[in-house]
Protein backbone atom coordinates (compact mmCIF):
# COMPACT_ATOMS: atom_id res chain seq x y z
CA UNK A 1 0.00 0.00 0.00
CA UNK A 2 1.50 2.79 -1.16
CA UNK A 3 2.64 5.72 2.13
CA UNK A 4 0.09 9.08 2.05
CA UNK A 5 2.13 12.23 2.05
CA UNK A 6 1.69 14.20 5.18
CA UNK A 7 0.58 17.33 5.70
CA UNK A 8 2.58 20.17 5.88
CA UNK A 9 2.61 21.53 9.94
CA UNK A 10 2.28 25.05 8.59
CA UNK A 11 -1.32 24.25 6.68
CA UNK A 12 -0.60 26.84 4.64
CA UNK A 13 -4.37 28.72 4.04
CA UNK A 14 -5.82 25.53 5.49
CA UNK A 15 -5.05 24.43 1.84
CA UNK A 16 -3.30 20.89 3.38
CA UNK A 17 -0.30 21.54 1.22
CA UNK A 18 1.61 18.58 1.56
CA UNK A 19 5.09 18.71 3.33
CA UNK A 20 7.43 17.75 0.52
CA UNK A 21 5.73 20.59 -1.75
CA UNK A 22 5.54 23.38 1.01
CA UNK A 23 8.40 23.68 3.91
CA UNK A 24 10.48 20.38 3.12
CA UNK A 25 12.54 22.05 0.09
CA UNK A 26 13.03 25.11 2.54
CA UNK A 27 13.92 22.56 5.12
CA UNK A 28 16.31 20.94 2.42
CA UNK A 29 18.25 23.75 1.69
CA UNK A 30 16.24 26.25 -0.54
CA UNK A 31 16.04 29.67 0.31
CA UNK A 32 12.09 31.08 1.42
CA UNK A 33 11.81 34.35 -0.97
CA UNK A 34 10.22 36.20 1.88
CA UNK A 35 9.86 36.88 5.09
CA UNK A 36 6.20 35.02 5.62
CA UNK A 37 7.46 31.76 4.16
CA UNK A 38 10.56 32.04 6.38
CA UNK A 39 7.93 32.13 9.18
CA UNK A 40 5.50 29.48 7.75
CA UNK A 41 8.64 27.50 7.18
CA UNK A 42 9.80 28.33 10.57
CA UNK A 43 7.02 27.13 12.36
CA UNK A 44 6.94 23.72 10.30
CA UNK A 45 10.68 23.05 11.68
CA UNK A 46 9.80 23.42 15.04
CA UNK A 47 7.28 21.04 14.44
CA UNK A 48 8.65 18.71 13.24
CA UNK A 49 11.86 18.72 15.16
CA UNK A 50 14.15 20.35 12.08
CA UNK A 51 16.55 22.27 14.64
CA UNK A 52 19.32 22.84 11.87
CA UNK A 53 17.13 24.48 9.85
CA UNK A 54 15.88 26.70 12.66
CA UNK A 55 19.83 27.67 13.41
CA UNK A 56 20.74 28.33 9.94
CA UNK A 57 17.52 30.81 9.76
CA UNK A 58 18.37 32.72 12.71
CA UNK A 59 19.73 36.22 11.57
CA UNK A 60 23.49 36.84 12.71
CA UNK A 61 22.19 39.27 15.42
CA UNK A 62 20.19 36.93 17.11
CA UNK A 63 20.32 36.80 20.55
CA UNK A 64 20.62 32.99 20.16
CA UNK A 65 23.35 32.87 18.72
CA UNK A 66 25.82 33.64 21.16
CA UNK A 67 25.22 30.41 22.57
CA UNK A 68 27.23 26.95 20.97
CA UNK A 69 24.91 25.52 18.27
CA UNK A 70 25.17 22.39 19.80
CA UNK A 71 24.26 23.38 23.36
CA UNK A 72 21.51 25.67 21.79
CA UNK A 73 20.16 22.74 19.85
CA UNK A 74 20.13 20.23 23.18
CA UNK A 75 17.92 22.93 25.05
CA UNK A 76 15.72 23.18 22.05
CA UNK A 77 15.26 19.74 21.26
CA UNK A 78 14.30 18.91 25.27
CA UNK A 79 11.78 21.33 24.92
CA UNK A 80 9.93 20.34 21.67
CA UNK A 81 9.80 16.91 22.59
CA UNK A 82 7.05 18.13 25.10
CA UNK A 83 5.20 20.04 22.80
CA UNK A 84 2.57 19.67 19.97
CA UNK A 85 2.21 22.10 17.46
CA UNK A 86 -1.88 22.28 16.98
CA UNK A 87 -2.07 25.49 14.59
CA UNK A 88 -0.37 28.40 12.37
CA UNK A 89 -2.56 31.68 11.46
CA UNK A 90 -0.74 33.97 9.61
CA UNK A 91 -2.95 37.42 10.81
CA UNK A 92 -0.54 40.64 9.50
CA UNK A 93 2.51 41.36 7.71
CA UNK A 94 4.56 44.37 6.69
CA UNK A 95 7.76 45.11 4.85
CA UNK A 96 10.16 45.05 4.09
CA UNK A 97 10.85 48.61 5.07
CA UNK A 98 13.41 51.17 4.27
CA UNK A 99 15.79 49.24 6.65
CA UNK A 100 15.13 46.01 5.39
CA UNK A 101 13.00 44.79 7.89
CA UNK A 102 10.00 42.75 7.72
CA UNK A 103 7.42 42.10 10.16
CA UNK A 104 4.81 39.07 10.21
CA UNK A 105 2.28 38.46 13.19
CA UNK A 106 1.16 35.48 13.83
CA UNK A 107 -0.79 32.94 15.80
CA UNK A 108 0.65 29.54 17.14
CA UNK A 109 -1.59 27.44 18.95
CA UNK A 110 0.37 24.89 21.07
CA UNK A 111 0.45 23.09 24.16
CA UNK A 112 2.55 20.71 26.75
CA UNK A 113 0.69 17.96 28.06
CA UNK A 114 -2.83 19.46 28.92
CA UNK A 115 -1.50 23.18 29.36
CA UNK A 116 -2.05 25.74 26.82
CA UNK A 117 0.84 27.34 25.50
CA UNK A 118 -0.70 29.39 22.17
CA UNK A 119 0.41 32.89 21.58
CA UNK A 120 1.07 35.63 19.44
CA UNK A 121 4.07 37.19 18.40
CA UNK A 122 5.40 39.76 16.12
CA UNK A 123 8.34 38.61 14.36
CA UNK A 124 11.18 40.73 12.22
CA UNK A 125 13.30 39.64 10.01
CA UNK A 126 16.31 40.75 8.09
CA UNK A 127 17.83 39.67 4.81
CA UNK A 128 21.75 38.27 5.11
CA UNK A 129 23.71 37.35 2.18
CA UNK A 130 22.24 34.12 1.92
CA UNK A 131 18.53 34.93 2.67
CA UNK A 132 15.53 35.60 4.70
CA UNK A 133 16.72 35.13 8.84
CA UNK A 134 14.66 35.51 11.74
CA UNK A 135 16.51 38.58 13.63
CA UNK A 136 13.69 38.68 16.93
CA UNK A 137 10.14 38.38 17.87
CA UNK A 138 7.94 39.88 20.56
CA UNK A 139 5.08 37.95 21.88
CA UNK A 140 1.38 37.48 24.33
CA UNK A 141 0.18 34.76 25.58
CA UNK A 142 -3.62 33.85 24.43
CA UNK A 143 -4.95 35.52 27.58
CA UNK A 144 -3.72 38.82 26.62
CA UNK A 145 -5.17 38.85 23.40
CA UNK A 146 -8.38 39.71 21.30
CA UNK A 147 -10.91 37.68 20.63
CA UNK A 148 -11.81 36.85 17.17
CA UNK A 149 -7.76 36.71 16.96
CA UNK A 150 -8.57 37.76 12.97
CA UNK A 151 -9.20 41.51 14.74
CA UNK A 152 -5.26 41.59 15.85
CA UNK A 153 -3.25 43.65 13.64
CA UNK A 154 0.69 44.72 13.71
CA UNK A 155 -0.93 47.98 15.07
CA UNK A 156 -3.25 46.59 17.37
CA UNK A 157 -0.39 44.11 18.44
CA UNK A 158 1.96 47.23 19.72
CA UNK A 159 -0.90 48.83 21.45
CA UNK A 160 -1.64 45.39 23.52
CA UNK A 161 2.35 45.70 24.57
CA UNK A 162 1.87 49.03 25.66
CA UNK A 163 -0.94 48.42 28.08
Do not use: I
Amino acid sequence: MPRRASACPCDLGDAGARYDACCGPYHAGAEPEDAPTLMRSRYAAFAKGELAYLWRTLHPDHEDRSEDEGAWAERLRGALRAQRYRRLRVLDERGPDASGAAEVLFHVTMSRGRKDLSFAERSVFLRDAEGWRYLAGEGLPNAALPRPLEVLTLASFAELQGA
